[in-house]
Each structure stands twice: as C-alpha cells, then as structure tokens.
Nanobody, 117 residues
Framework: QVQLVESGGGLVQPGGSLGLSCAAS????????MAWYRQAPGKQRELVAE???????NYANSVKGRFTISRDNAKNTVSLQMSILKPEDTAVYYC???????????WGQGTQVTVSS
C-alpha cells in the first residue's frame, strides 16, 4: 500500500522560511517523479514544484527563486524548502508521487501552511 506522509507545515510570518518533508512507503521511490502541489481555499490544486527521477526540477513561476525541492532516494523522502514566504503561499500542501506514462498517481493527506502576521 502506497503511503505519502507530509510533515513540517505550520504558521509563519511573511518573509519567513519553512520546510516541508514527505516520507514515502510502499513504492519503489526512485522510479517515481515526486512533486508538491498546493490548494488554497476556493482555488484549484496547483503544481508548486516537481523533481523527476533523474533529478530535474520544475517550479511554478510564482515560487521560482524562493522554493527548492529536493529528493533523497536513500531515505525515500522529498522535501520542499520555502523562503521569503508570502500570504499568497497560504494553502494546504500535498506531496505527490507520479509515473504518468503508466497512470500511477499518489497523494499525501496534505499539510497546512499559513503565512500571516
């Protein structure tokens, strides 16, 4: 059974930093692309950042230069380091494991990030 468990969300002031982590189990982690998505109230879920099996990264324009995604295949974890946080970064952040060519797509339960003074 595939499980993705996020941790690290919370409340942070504008301009601050926060790190998210996702631990995967039940999958051969290294063969999946890993991503972070977010969903703010009343908005659609959107891709924040993705790291491929080969280590290539892709970011939403809104977070480029502020967020960094990384993966550790030895520990089956993917992390998202967020800095210079803005109130508009407030959302539930979801960990995602995907292998689109074969139609595999798994989600974590989400972790709340709130950026507010």
């Amino acid at each position: 059974q595939v499980q993705l468990v996020e941790s690290g969300g919370g409340l942070v002031q504008p301009g601050g930093s926060l790190g998210l982590s996702c631990a995967a189990s039940g999958v051969i982690f290294s063969i999946y692309n890993m991503a972070w998505y977010r969903q703010a109230p009343g908005k659609q879920r959107e891709l924040v950042a993705e790291v491929t099996t080969g280590g290539k990264t892709n970011y939403a324009n809104s977070v480029k230069g502020r967020f960094t995604i990384s993966r550790d295949n030895a520990k089956n974890t993917v992390s998202l380091q967020m800095s210079i946080l803005k109130p508009e970064d407030t959302a539930v952040y979801y960990c995602n494991a995907n292998w689109r060519a074969l139609g595999y797509n798994y989600w974590g339960q989400g972790t709340q990030v709130t950026v507010s003074s």
